[in-house]
T-cell receptor
Framework: EPEVTQTPSHQVTQMGQEVILRCVPISNHLYFYWYRQILGQKVEFLVSFYNNEISEKSEIFDDQFSVERPDGSNFTLKIRSTKLEDSAMYFC????????????FGPGTRLTVT | GDSVTQMEGPVTLSEEAFLTINCTYTATGYPSLFWYVQYPGEGLQLLLKATKADDKGSNKGFEATYRKETTSFHLEKGSVQVSDSAVYFCALIIQGAQKLVFGQGTRLTINP
């Protein structure tokens, strides 16, 4: 069964450093998403991406965040200058259609900022 | 704004026990409702869904009914198994929107 993959599974970085989290969505999906979950809190939407541009973003997704689909398979989330409060589990998801809620999630990348 | 509230966890049950995980929601529009499950080391997987009032979603012995009058979507299973141990997330999406809105998740542990 097709699945969403994410790398790395765990990333440790120092405050102020740039990190890139990588995702390979399901191949025939057109819509891509990033969510995050800070320890003990809810899973929160960050951004959705379609047709090579951001289609919706949350208040959390400020100028230090960016997303890119550099080739036909990868979907990346970049955090330019990490802060302690960016420590969280980051989930990538993809879907065939928009608005159905049927999104396929990767296993997540745990980001620890020290 | 839109939000989902789940019962506090963690929940620990014995095998073959009856399971209920409560979920209530607040929505500005007309939502579809979901339960997602996350097994250890894996991503969130769609467990079941309901798109309109009084719909019942079901899968793998789990059921949930969309109750508009009580704004609830409680998850139930009549006889749980050890393999049901996971984190369960209630979620909604507003018609026409792109983002899922999640509850905080409930960790379920089933002991043999």
């Amino acid at each position: 069964e097709p699945e969403v993959t994410q790398t790395p599974s765990h990333q440790v970085t120092q405050m102020g450093q740039e990190v890139i989290l990588r995702c390979v969505p399901i191949s025939n999906h057109l819509y891509f998403y990033w969510y995050r979950q800070i320890l003990g809190q809810k899973v929160e939407f960050l951004v959705s991406f379609y047709n090579n541009e951001i289609s919706e973003k949350s208040e959390i997704f400020d100028d230090q965040f960016s997303v890119e689909r550099p080739d036909g398979s990868n979907f990346t989330l970049k955090i330019r200058s990490t802060k302690l409060e960016d420590s969280a589990m980051y989930f990538c998801a993809s879907s065939e259609a928009l608005g159905t809620g049927e999104q396929y999630f990767g296993p997540g990348t745990r980001l620890t900022v020290t | 704004g839109d939000s989902v509230t789940q019962m506090e966890g963690p929940v620990t049950l014995s095998e073959e026990a009856f399971l209920t995980i409560n979920c209530t929601y607040t929505a500005t529009g007309y939502p579809s409702l979901f339960w997602y499950v996350q097994y250890p080391g894996e991503g969130l997987q769609l467990l079941l869904k309901a798109t309109k009032a009084d719909d019942k979603g079901s899968n793998k012995g789990f059921e949930a009914t969309y109750r508009k009058e009580t704004t609830s979507f409680h998850l139930e299973k009549g006889s749980v198994q050890v393999s049901d141990s996971a984190v369960y997330f209630c979620a909604l999406i507003i018609q026409g929107a792109q983002k899922l809105v999640f509850g905080q998740g409930t960790r379920l542990t089933i002991n043999p």
